[in-house]
């Protein structure tokens, strides 16, 4: 991976035991720069697996393509948080004015 998505971190990742002929899915998930914009990246990825008579084999390098979506402005957390600060600013201007 290039520098604008993030630094190559090696590593392995074990997804399980598959029988011959089996289809599995593996999601990762990855650090991508804080700068790096919306859209399609390429990673370069090699899969290592040991057969059933425990010799391992090696694929060649695949690129793959990874998606950056952009971070929506508001999650639901900040939501939560300005729903409670503006309920707790209305609930302080009634209880002022009942007090005049």
Known sequence: ????VGSPQPGLYFIGELNPNEVA???FKIDIDKDAGAG???ATVKIRYDDDEGYTHESNPM???IEVREKP???PVTVTAITLIVIALIAGLKFARRRR
Not at 1 to 4: R, Y
């Open 40 to 42: 399609f990246y390429p």
């Open 63 to 65: 690129t793959v393509s």
């Open 1 to 4: 991976m290039s520098g604008i």
């Open 25 to 27: 899915t593996a999601r």
């Open 73 to 75: 402005l508001l999650n």
